[in-house]
């Protein structure tokens, strides 16, 4: 062998024809439910500046710090692949003044995202989510309805065992006192913590509780819990969410440990777990961060979202064994005798495919009658349709049935698709 062969990069992987049309079956379903929560698609790029996502994200985060993919481009520019979609449509709402719209803003993504993470089952450093977002509305009434969004969706793939986890994280007035007991706490116990916390300690203690360090983690459990410093405002807030969910009957554990890996957050934050996918069970991410686009330059705009990661998402299907559609095969192969008659296949193809639905193939390789059938059979073509001299001086062909070998007569004149749509169904 000549060079060496040049393999794709470790956590990311190639999404093969076997293996794509399942994309295409999840790709169609978020279009089809968003269409129906009203929520309209927004594309942003794949990289930004990197300051959006130190403005937004935190600089604090394990996200920034450890795992953007962050570069200088051929102008010196610090540029950094998206980590995650908020920030990027946050953005975007405000460089376009979106939200002169009427309001609310309701969007959604679908694309690939970067972190540079340890890659392990569940977890890749290219990766795709499904993001929602809502922009406009403090109520809890936005935040039922991106629940109800992701929930729906998860109900149509007839998914099982995901559980609602949800918190508030208050806001920056509960929070003021929260991070001075959380300080408090960790201080405490400094000798203990990694030194990315360490650091972490003065300037923003709250990131402590989502470091992946298997000590800090430990001592995590016992920290305070955000939920004894809500304001009574944030207190109400969380009340109204938690009555719909009972009301709606919609099954949910409160638990106080999920704080996000991201700063934007306030109030309302969420998760779907499932407990079948191993350590990486958030399917689904999420909550409220009504300051992110004043902060970001724009005007006050509440918002809420959530990001459901594909991957785990299809982890998930396998083990709960949900059945995906597959490819249609070939509807009709027509396969050619002679090399006369091969100008009479490429237009009756040609024909078929513009003129009907139907999924046509003929030969491009230059085989021969008995190796056209074979590769017809290969690729299960329904009907096999020979073509030679003698069937176009008479005007009609044979169309074989390759499952149970009935033949039909074909016209190869005016009734040609009729005589085609006929049989193919
Ligand atoms: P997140 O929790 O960082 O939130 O990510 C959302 C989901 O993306 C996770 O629950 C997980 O399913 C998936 N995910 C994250 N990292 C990886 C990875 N390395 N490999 C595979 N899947 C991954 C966000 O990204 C927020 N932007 C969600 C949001 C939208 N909040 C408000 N609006």
């Known amino acids: 062998m000549g060079s060496s062969i040049i393999k794709a990069q470790r956590g990311t992987k190639d999404i093969l024809p076997s293996e794509s049309f399942k994309w295409s079956f999840l790709e169609n379903l978020i279009e089809k439910i968003s269409l129906r929560f009203n929520f309209k698609k927004i594309r942003t790029p794949i990289f930004e500046s990197t300051s959006l996502f130190d403005r937004s994200v935190g600089n604090q985060t394990d996200v920034v710090q450890k795992e953007m993919y962050t570069f200088f481009d051929k102008a010196k520019r610090s540029i950094s692949l998206r980590p995650e979609g908020t920030a990027s449509v946050a953005r975007s709402v405000i460089e376009h003044s979106l939200f002169k719209n009427a309001l609310p803003l309701k969007f959604f993504y679908v694309g690939t995202f970067y972190r540079y993470e340890k890659p392990q089952s569940g977890r890749f450093r290219e990766f795709y989510q499904f993001g929602a977002e809502i922009f406009g509305s403090s109520l809890p009434e936005a935040d039922i ?30 929070r003021e006192s929260y991070n001075s007991a959380v300080y408090k706490y960790f201080n405490s116990k400094k000798s203990k913590i990694c030194s990315v916390c360490l650091a972490r300690l003065k300037k923003n203690p ?24 809500l304001c009574k405002s944030c207190c109400c807030h969380f009340e109204s969410v938690k009555f719909y969910l009972d009301v709606l009957k919609i099954k949910y554990k409160i638990d106080s440990k999920i704080v996000r890996g991201l700063d934007y957050y306030n109030r309302t934050v969420f998760e779907f777990v499932n407990d079948e996918i191993g350590n990486q069970s958030a399917v689904c991410g999420g909550g409220r961060y009504d300051d992110l686009v004043e902060k970001l330059g724009g005007p006050f705009l509440p918002a809420i979202g959530f990001a459901i990661g594909i991957e785990r998402l299809f982890l998930i299907m396998e083990k709960q064994k949900v059945e995906f559609k597959n490819f249609k095969t070939c509807d009709i192969y027509i396969a050619n005798t002679s090399n006369e008659v091969k100008s009479t296949v490429v237009d009756l193809s040609f024909i078929l495919k513009n003129k009907t639905k139907l999924i ?59 005589d085609v749509l006929k049989i193919v169904k």
């Open 145 to 174: 309805e991106l629940i109800l969004f992701a929930k729906s969706f998860f109900d149509e793939l007839k998914i099982r065992n995901l559980l609602l986890k949800i918190n508030s994280m208050g806001c920056s007035f509960c």
């Open 206 to 229: 709250l990131r402590i509780l989502d470091c992946k360090d298997e000590e800090c983690r430990n001592l995590s459990e016992n920290a305070p819990s955000i939920l004894n410093f």
């Open 360 to 418: 046509c193939e003929y030969d491009i390789l230059g085989r021969n009658l008995k190796s056209q059938i074979k590769y017809a059979d290969k690729i299960k073509a329904k009907f096999v349709l020979v073509i030679g001299s003698k069937e176009i001086t008479q005007g009609f062909a044979i169309a074989k049935d390759m499952n149970n070998k009935k033949t039909f007569n074909v016209s190869l004149k005016d009734a040609f698709l009729q």
